[in-house]
């Protein structure tokens, strides 16, 4: 937490995207008498696998484990996960009268509640020891999802609806955001202590689009989650062009990909926001002496900033040893520990 | 070629990667009665395709029709191509045998001598009024394919070799670099006017891999054919923090796509190579004033320097309607002609 603001600390502060995931013998465990939409909406399920991750690995966050496209339910899309396909929305969104149908609001986040109940869960079992950090989707991409159906390679199903009808696109971004606010500020009062926006998808734009597309929604988010005085965390990958843009959005830290180099990425940026980065996932699975070159190359291109917060460039794989990932946090604790 | 040396021009030069493709109906005729491969491998038709592409749109340049993959088969790989699913290549690359049985060399490259025919047929129907642009993978992208059978979304494959098998890495890139260089200069021989080498994945990996890893063989590729005379456009996706390092390779033009502006491109470069893009080739989906607005914002930031040549930033898409493509290289000409 400190971190975030830019405060001293006694060493660099490091989790992973994605820690409670299926390259985990106990997630697994869990998944296996369980969907992963079950345990996202039985509190006490989500609570246990984010908290045995984040003890098991020692890392300084745990992040609350639920699913980016939670909110799509309540506003009216069916969603499955597939074995191994990813996740699948039914009948995408290609015009004004299924957009007019979404439901958006106050009573559509409600429906969400299970979220927050989690969050207090693991606020409570850590009692202050361990910060929580809540979540959702960035309204760019939880839009895709809903425009293309499921994971995209070109996006040309959210990009071509921009362009014919930017009015409808508009619209669309008002509805999320008016489930996102509501359930990213129940996530605050539930405890959370952080809260990461998670624009994944948002580099396949161009600057210009990004800007006048995108840029206000996510900006709206911030500012009403950090007027609660809690910081976000604006993660996005693929952003090297997008960061000083990104950065008008004035959360108090921004998350970045590997693509990056995080000194560059400090220089990019104005107000000198903390920045979250940006082990390349892969290089978890990489034998221990060249995954400890590859994490201190991160952190000397970090080269001690104040409010630097060490993490994945992107979600761990599901095919890391957890052995690496624990050595990664201990790499940049003793790396980087100062007294 | 005047824009590819950074010369005044009457107006900016304008093509299209993948401008021969499933979106124009010529094509898809040809495609009906022959397969992928056989057109490549026919001269006469590979040379038609290319032809009718480069007539039918207007544009500057044509770009041989020909597959970055092709050179996998004579160094000991099989290649298919199915149906809406890309690539295949079986028994993908993953250890130092598979690599050691690869075969490479001039006699290698000798079997592709089809590309450089149709090079030669198309050279003599233009007869110097369009110059003709050769091509190959780049050494890094096509190692990706061959490790990982296909495409790829996070690339783990090709990266953990790199982790854990440097030496067989190096190589691998060593044996693509045998085919490919002898490859390039039957190009030229035959008459490429101009050489594309892509890099289309490269943007997966991070500046420091990238410099260690990639371009020390993409700069042998590109010394072989600059020391013919001829220019060479060194293409990549995602590369808004490889700029400055692809620049070492020391082409005389740069392919960028829309994730970084024009102006920013130019910036990050030092001895102002000609710079090649960028529109976004989704936005060849949008309506007439839509699509209008976009190819002037591209113009706008490319500002009118000496050495812009104005394309896509990646391969046309199938479903592209081709009179939007035919506007394009309209706008483009009027908003710049000079005359």
Redesign the interface.
């Known amino acids: 937490m400190r971190a975030c603001r830019r405060q001293a600390v006694d060493a660099t502060p490091v989790w992973f995207m994605r820690q409670a995931g299926r390259y985990m013998a106990e997630y697994r465990a869990v998944r296996a008498a369980h969907s992963l939409l079950e345990i996202c909406k039985t509190p006490a399920l989500a609570a246990e696998v984010t908290i045995t991750a984040a003890e098991r690995l020692g890392v300084d966050a745990a992040i609350i484990f639920a699913d980016l496209l939670l909110p799509v339910e309540p506003m009216g899309m069916r969603l499955r996960f597939q074995q191994g396909e990813g996740p699948l929305l039914e009948s995408p969104l290609r015009d004004e009268a299924a957009v007019a149908r979404l439901a958006s609001g106050p009573t559509v986040a409600a429906q969400l509640g299970y979220v927050a109940e989690a969050i207090r869960l693991v606020e409570r079992h850590f009692g202050g020891r361990l910060p929580v950090i809540g979540f959702a989707g960035a309204p760019f991409t939880l839009a895709s999802y809903m425009i293309e159906g499921g994971s995209s390679r070109?996006?040309?199903g959210v990009?071509?609806l921009i362009?014919?009808l930017p009015k409808v696109w508009a619209h669309l971004m008002e509805k999320i955001c008016g489930v996102l606010e509501p359930y990213l500020l129940a996530q605050v009062d539930a405890g959370a202590a952080a809260i990461q926006l998670f624009d994944s998808w948002v580099?396949?734009?161009?600057?210009?689009?990004y800007v006048e597309f995108v840029l206000p929604y996510s900006e709206r988010l911030v500012r009403a989650v950090e007027q609660r005085g809690v910081p976000v965390i604006h993660f996005g990958t693929?952003t090297?062009?997008l960061l000083p843009a990104m950065e008008r959005a004035s959360a108090s830290v921004l998350g970045v990909d590997?693509?990056?180099?995080l000194d560059?990425a400090w220089a990019k940026v104005q107000h000198r926001p903390a920045i979250q980065g940006n082990l390349?996932?892969?290089?978890l699975?990489?034998?221990l002496p060249?995954l400890r070159r590859r994490v201190e190359?991160v952190l000397k291109r970090a080269g001690g900033r104040p409010g630097h917060i060490f993490n994945t460039g992107h979600g761990i794989?599901p095919?890391t040893p957890v052995e690496n990932v624990i050595a990664t946090v201990e790499i940049v604790h003793q790396f980087t520990h100062h007294g």
Request: proline share 9%.
């Open positions: 070109h996006f040309v990009k071509t362009y014919r580099g396949c734009l161009s600057l210009d689009d693929d090297a062009s590997w693509r990056i180099p560059e390349d996932p892969a290089a699975l990489a034998p060249e190359a794989l095919e």
